[in-house]
């Protein structure tokens, strides 16, 4: 679980989703995400796999995740 959960928006920007830890964002950047690929994505994909697998730093893994999701447009 992370120190602070990354909120996103969801669709038209009806709608937020939390993200708290590490693995949900994990899974919310392989399903859901608008826009695959790009350096930041890969950065966020990278930490939160090695944060989920405890090879890593959580707060790493949510500092990427919060930059991918500025440089996608859907962060809170």
Avoid: H
Avoid at 52 to 75: H, K, Q, Y
């Amino acid at each position: 679980m992370w120190d602070e959960p990354v909120e996103v928006v969801i669709g038209p920007g009806d709608y937020f989703k939390s993200i708290r830890g590490s693995r949900e964002a994990l899974a919310y950047l392989m399903t859901c995400w608008p826009q695959k690929g790009g350096d930041s994505f890969a950065l966020a994909k990278r930490a939160c796999m090695e944060a989920a697998e405890g090879r890593g730093d959580p707060s790493t893994a949510a500092s990427a995740f919060r930059a991918a999701a500025n440089d996608a447009g859907i962060l809170r």
